[in-house]
């Protein structure tokens, strides 16, 4: 099947890379081509995590998932691809369907990332079904092979493991780990957890598992036999005999009535963070479950969890494709498992709930504020206590005698080591000072919005009030400085970051309003207005506003703005937001909008915002559906990049963001924010 063919028989977007296995940071596994049989699956930075799915019917096998990589002292034929018939991807589920010599078969690969349920949203589970039928109106005798490597609880594969083998009556439980086992022993960008134990697990006595050597499949393959080497000892390096859990499904005879199976593959990673040198464990251990009964839970609510996770599917379909059409929607379906899974889920010691982003393919920030700013749409709308949790850990940092500054920090650490900021090692020109504290401020006014409550600004209350003095006298016409598009480098002057301080001491005023200090706020709403009246006559350009003030002939992308038009504060001239989008609408090219008039790149999450200040649905379409194309026709297979080539459809660096959560943010228009009503204006 050629390119083009497989593209025709998706009919809809072709992800440039297909979420499977999407619970977190390190448990994130994807398929980097149009089809499942075309490559290894990977781990999202791109290292092999492999999985091999294999299929006998009538007695000659095929292969539905990865590659079989043959060891040279065994070498047989790899077995020939299914016909892949159908493919579809939607916000919690990954699904194939593949046709050969009768039999139909079904894969279905579901994360149940339900964000408003933490303790399913925090399970390291992920499902694998398996389904066949007969569509050819006669009997086949089917068995089907599906395996995962060692390298799934490695960093390196020259790295050893070890495994284990439990068998509670019907429930299959295999795992495998890092011979080797030191907790929490490393931070970085381009690394995978080498701690914690790996299951693969089933719960059926049609099914049976195993560990061995890849080289099992060999029988498999010549003649649908599976045995466990009894002489492999242990521990074996990944690289020389590459160790794998492995089951074998033998149904009944297959007719034209479908029969189903189910594997889990779970992670407990023992310890997930290191917060301020505490090691903390996930949240779904707070309520002291085993591993073994957070399993076999797994399997007795699969029914319900599926069905939950389908009426949610269709739900943010619908929702989605009424506020921007079916490209949008697409675009939503392909953003939801990479933002969540690009986060941790644990509590502090006091029993808080902190949800640690990394920040993926950058330099591995631990919950950095410039790109928890962007991905909050997505759990204003869905979850508001977990934005709080996303902030709840730069408080803390910003209020210890670590942090030195009257101005906001970008991140705590290095995932998964929360312990103070590592950005530009905490020099002063390395800062991003009006970045960071708008962005602070913009959200606790969000959520505030969005759940209607103020404690958690109250307890904050005397950061926040610092941040904003701090804006008030440094943001309007900003200093030599970085904003979250630190890749263009330093700029003074920058017209949509002094937006964002601006809209940031508007959202310290919303805080106090929502406070019941109506008096005070009313001093900060003052300052917004005179401070935004001040900005259009720095901007104003001709027929746009420019990228910094004093540089005629520039323009940018404000995408700060949206606030304004989210919150209905009108602290701008309402014309500015149409006389910006309908420049962007004159700019935009084949596959988006430029971030500014610098250079030819964009970013995914910033060209929504923009789209989403249009009052009209059309010109919102207009400007998102060259992101469609982008995300439809790069050539780069990773997990949606935000950071790309408008004119190339390059991927220039970042994948795996949690800022892919920022497309949501028309959905959060459409919505509104229930809070907003009671603001004094």
Same mark, same amino acid.
């Given at each position: ?397 910003? /209020?210890? =005698?670590?942090?030195? !500054?009257?101005? $906001?920090?970008?991140?705590? *650490?290095?995932?998964? @080591?929360?312990?103070?900021? +590592? ?115 720095? /901007?104003? =350009?001709?027929?746009? !506003?420019?990228? $910094?003030?004093?540089?005629? *002939?520039?323009?940018? @992308?404000?995408?700060?703005? +949206? ?119």
């Amino acid at each position: 099947m050629t390119e083009n063919e497989v593209h025709s028989m998706q009919k809809s977007l072709r992800p440039p890379a297909v979420p499977l296995v999407t619970i977190d940071p390190y448990f994130s596994v994807w398929s980097m081509a149009d089809r499942l049989t075309d490559d290894f699956t990977r781990h999202w930075t791109g290292k092999r995590n492999a999985m091999t799915g294999l299929i006998r019917i009538d007695n000659v096998t095929w292969r539905f998932a990865g590659l079989v990589e043959p060891n040279p002292e065994n070498y047989y034929t790899e077995p020939q691809a299914m016909s892949q018939k159908q493919f579809e991807l939607s916000p919690l589920t990954t699904t194939y369907v593949y046709e050969q010599s009768g039999v139909v078969l079904t894969v279905k690969f579901t994360s149940p990332l339900l964000v408003d349920d933490l303790n399913l949203l925090s399970r390291p589970v992920s499902y694998v079904s398996l389904s066949v039928r007969s569509v050819d109106g006669k009997p086949h005798q089917v068995q089907v092979y599906f395996d995962v490597t060692g390298e799934w609880c490695v960093d390196t594969s020259d790295q050893k493991v070890v495994w284990q083998r439990e068998q509670k009556g019907d429930l299959s439980l295999l795992k495998m780990s890092n011979e080797e086992q030191r907790h929490l022993n490393r931070s970085g960008d381009d690394v995978r957890i080498d701690w914690g134990d790996f299951y693969l697990a089933a719960s059926s006595p049609l099914i049976r598992a195993g560990i061995g050597p890849a080289s099992i499949r060999k029988e498999f393959v010549r003649h649908g036999m599976f045995k466990e080497d009894a002489k492999w000892s242990m521990p074996q390096t990944v690289r020389e005999s590459m160790p794998v859990m492995a089951c074998v499904w033998e149904p009944e005879t297959v007719e034209s009535e479908e029969q189903s199976e189910l594997l889990v593959l779970a992670y407990d990673d023992v310890y997930a963070i290191e917060y301020f040198g505490e090691p903390l464990q996930a949240f779904w251990k707070s309520s002291g479950v085993s591993t073994h009964r957070m399993i076999e839970d797994a399997f007795a609510e699969y029914p319900d969890i599926l069905e939950r996770c389908e009426a949610f599917d269709r739900q943010l379909t619908e929702e989605a494709t009424r506020a921007g059409g079916e490209k949008y929607a697409e675009l939503l379906t392909l953003s939801y498992r990479q933002a969540i899974a690009a986060h941790k889920l644990v509590l502090d010691r006091d029993g808080k709930l902190l949800f640690l982003s990394k920040e993926c393919y950058s330099n591995g920030c631990i919950a950095t504020v410039d790109v928890s700013y962007p991905s909050i749409p997505l759990f204003l709308l869905y979850n508001p206590e977990l934005v709080k949790a996303i902030m709840r850990p730069i408080f803390k940092y910003a /209020a210890s =005698d670590a942090w030195i !500054y009257p101005f $906001a920090p970008h991140d705590v *650490g290095q995932y998964p @080591l929360a312990n103070g900021q +590592v950005y530009g090692e905490n020099r002063l020109e390395e800062q991003m000072p009006i970045e960071e504290c708008g962005n602070m401020l913009i959200m606790t006014a969000a959520v505030s919005l969005a759940d209607g409550h103020t404690e958690f600004a109250e307890e904050n209350r005397e950061l926040l009030a610092l941040w904003a003095s701090y804006l008030m006298d440094n943001g309007l016409d900003p200093a030599e400085q970085l904003c979250t598009d630190d890749f263009a480098g330093h700029q003074a002057r920058n017209a949509n970051l002094s937006i964002k301080a601006i809209m940031g001491i508007a959202g310290y005023a919303i805080v106090l309003d929502l406070m019941g200090h109506a008096k005070e706020a009313e001093s900060f709403w003052s300052s917004a207005k005179t401070m935004a009246v001040e900005w259009e006559r720095l /901007a104003q =350009d001709e027929n746009r !506003y420019q990228l $910094a003030f004093g540089s005629t *002939g520039t323009w940018s @992308l404000k995408y700060n703005l +949206v606030w304004d038009v989210l919150w209905q504060t009108h602290i701008f001239s309402e014309g500015i937001a149409e006389q910006e989008v309908a420049w962007y609408l004159s700019k935009s090219g084949t596959y988006g909008v430029p971030l500014d008039s610098r250079a030819t790149y964009t970013k995914s999450d910033w060209l929504v915002w923009a789209a989403a200040m249009a009052s009209r649905r059309e010109d919102f379409i207009r400007l998102i559906e060259p992101l469609w194309d982008f995300a439809n026709e790069t050539p780069d297979r990773v997990p949606f990049s935000d950071w790309y080539d408008t004119g190339s459809a390059r991927q220039l660096n970042f994948q795996h963001r949690s800022v892919v959560g920022g497309l949501f943010i028309k959905l959060l228009k459409e919505r509104g924010f229930p809070g907003a009503q009671i603001l004094q204006l």
